[in-house]
Every structure is written in structure tokens, then in C-alpha cells.
């Protein structure tokens, strides 16, 4: 079979260009949903390198269904991929965990422990008294990276477990306190503990 009548056989057109559409429609919306996050974030240049390829990969797709307007696989093929392309979007957005958030933390119990374990973590903290409607309640103000919103969580779960908080992204910021990644020791734990106790018998 060479290559025409390959392009003109039923495989092609009902199997191979659905697929094309498919997938040319995930990576068309996956950008799309990764564009619109990084513009909200203020990331004008990534997002304006992103929309570039957005379009293209939209145009091709939307051309081979013009031209085939009377073919439903095609429609479908192009919902299925406009579908998937969302999921895989902010699955991915969410796994590469870009940005920075403020976590609020409102609780009645005492937050001293809480705030002390931020602290001693890396993370800068805001305390603050405040009034409820249930009465007087402590609130909590802390800035941290995407990456670390589950760590800090089960911070809070451990020292404040019913406490009330919200997650908000920050478009932009100036300064301010963030955890430091933790330095690996040069020297293993088990060398460090035969020097420990070669120093304990020379004394």
C-alpha cells in the first residue's frame, strides 16, 4: 500500500485522524489550563511562550474538522481530548506545585505551639488575637511555597487538628520568610556516632 492510498483509506480516516485530534486536543488545553494559571501568577513571558504553542496545536486540530464536518468521530474526538486535556492540565499544574500561597489559620485552642513549630520548620509566621463569633480566636498568617502546603498541613492537623483555615494563591510578593531546604550532613550518621564515642573514651 503506498502512502496515498494509505491517506485515503477508511483506517486513516476514521481511526488515525480521530487519534490526531485526540491528542492534539490534550496538549492544545493542557497548555491552555497551564497558560491561564501562570497568567494569573503574573508569569507574562512563560505564558505568552505557552499561548504560542496553544494556538498552533488548536489551529491543526480545528482545521481537520472543518474539513470534516459531516464525520461525528471527529466531534468526538475533539470533546474527549478538550476533556482530558483539563484533567491532565491541572494535574500537572498541580503536581509542579509553582507559586506561593497564604495559609490562614483561625482557632480557638492556643496557637503558641503551633506557631512555634513554624517557626522552628523555616516558615515565617504572622500571629495574631482576633474575635469570632463564638468568641475570642487566634489567627494565623503564613506564606509558603505551593510545594510545601501538605507539610504544613500536617502541621496543623497534628498541633491544632480543628482549627479552620484557607488556602489562597499570592499573585505576587516582596520579601518575606521561606522555608530553606534542609542541608544533608557531609558526614553519615553512623561515622558520626563511632566519632562521638571514640571522643567519649579519650576523655
Not at 21 to 45: E, H, N, P, Q, W
Amino acid at each position: 500500500m503506498d502512502l496515498a492510498s494509505f491517506y485515503n483509506s477508511e483506517i486513516f480516516t476514521l481511526v488515525i485522524i480521530p487519534l490526531l485530534i485526540f491528542f492534539a486536543r490534550i496538549c492544545d488545553v493542557t497548555l491552555d489550563t497551564a497558560r491561564i494559571i501562570y497568567v494569573s501568577r503574573g508569569m507574562k513571558l512563560l505564558a505568552a511562550f505557552i499561548g504560542f504553542f496553544e494556538v498552533l496545536i488548536w489551529l491543526i486540530s480545528i482545521t481537520q474538522i472543518m474539513q470534516n464536518l459531516t464525520n461525528i468521530i471527529y466531534y468526538i474526538a475533539y470533546a474527549g481530548g478538550f476533556a482530558m486535556g483539563n484533567y491532565i492540565g491541572i494535574y500537572l499544574e498541580d503536581r509542579m506545585a509553582l507559586g506561593t500561597v497564604v495559609i490562614r489559620i483561625i482557632t480557638q485552642k492556643e496557637a503558641i505551639e503551633l506557631v512555634e513549630y513554624l517557626k522552628s520548620e523555616g516558615y515565617g509566621v504572622t500571629y495574631i488575637d482576633a474575635k469570632g463569633s463564638m468568641g475570642p480566636v487566634k489567627v494565623v498568617f503564613t506564606i509558603i511555597k505551593r510545594k510545601d502546603i501538605q507539610h504544613v498541613l500536617g502541621i496543623i492537623r497534628k498541633f491544632n487538628p480543628l482549627s479552620f483555615y484557607t488556602i489562597e494563591d499570592i499573585r505576587s510578593f516582596r520579601k518575606g520568610v521561606f522555608r530553606k531546604k534542609a542541608r544533608k550532613s557531609l558526614i553519615p550518621r553512623r561515622e558520626k556516632k563511632h566519632q562521638h564515642n571514640d571522643k567519649s573514651h579519650t576523655k
